[in-house]
């Protein structure tokens, strides 16, 4: 079940490598919450859906649009039932799937599995979404041991929770792979890349939290802007994030800095040839933060908190909080002293690129699973539990 473009990009080396198992039929259904974005990263892995739902738009508020995805996929599951549902994250689509599965009596694995800020306003709503996932699902793909101790501390069995590494790391090398693979491929990018940044040093943006919008978002445009007008022997490019609140903000801001690059977002194939050649990456991208350690570049996390501190314990990332003078000083810090050098060659540790054929293969050996059962206990109103009933196997 894939909603939105990270999911896209962190689902697709497990749906490639499950097709080349030939004792599973694997059904790619895109839940319509973010269609061309999805869809246009599938692509970039020569993945074609198999069943787009479609939404109703007119829904305006978080909890509207998440009805409508449950009831689009509680509907698909009653077409098409299914064996298993895979959810990645904490997307609406993958709360919804995974409710909507539960419903259906259909047993649910959760890719990336056990991230936690231990704070449910931030990120909102992904924080909540991650951990109501967890008690549904019976699988549990823990990205890092960090991610698996923190569904354990949950009281999620040890027997369900598999240390995998994050699938966007396979990802990454696949694309990257691709890419070196082809002449032609290689010398479009490069090309590319050179009428972008004039052969400039590159610090690449990327912004759309939910948390930022408004305010914060304009203060995070503007440290960029004073950073730019610092540092003019650099191209700033961004990626700008289609969602009105997120364009408006930084448009104002940034429109006519002569070194700032305001594109429409990217495919994969062209954010990822970016960040490999990127100083600077200036993100509150959870996705992002888990790339750029490949290429070992530094990374500013414009963000209050994060369920990525390996990132930073690593060395790869810095969490600067919004504040507009503590991004430029932490900017001016790392372009003054060259970018990325120190960091090359260090391990990614968020993977080795063998998460998803690790998870392919505990999803196979795990096909005779159960929804699971645990202890509900129904609770009287003085507060003592008058009865446990089990869930039917
Ligand atoms: N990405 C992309 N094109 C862009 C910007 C980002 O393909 O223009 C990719 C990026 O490499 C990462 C993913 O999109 O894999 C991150 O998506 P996003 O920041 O929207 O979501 P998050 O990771 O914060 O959930």
Redesign the pocket.
Known sequence: MIG???EA??LAPVVLALQRESAVRVTVCLSGQHPTMAHD?LTSFGIAPDVELALDRAATTAGARFTGLHRAISAFLDRLPQDRIVVQ?DTSTALAGALAAFHAGVPVAHVEAGLRTGNLAGPWPEEGYRRMIAPIADLHFAPTEWARQNLLAEGIAPDRVHLTGNT?VD?LIGIRAAISRSADTSLRLDAWQRGLSDGKPIVLV?L??RESHGSVLTGIAMALRDLAEEFRDHAFVL?V?PNPAVSGSIRSVLADQPNVRLLD????E???YL?SLASLIV??????QE?APTFGVPILVVRNESERAEAIAAGFAQLTGTDPDRILSAGRKILARGGRAELRGKANPFGDGTAAKRIAALLLSRRDATVPTGEPVIVSQSGRPVKQPRFAQ
Do not use: C, N, Q
């Open positions: 939105t473009r990270p990009i962190k990263a994250g966007v990802a990327t759309h939290r990626p994030h977002p990217l495919g994969y062209d954010f990822v960040m993100t509150d991208s959870g996705g992002v790339e």
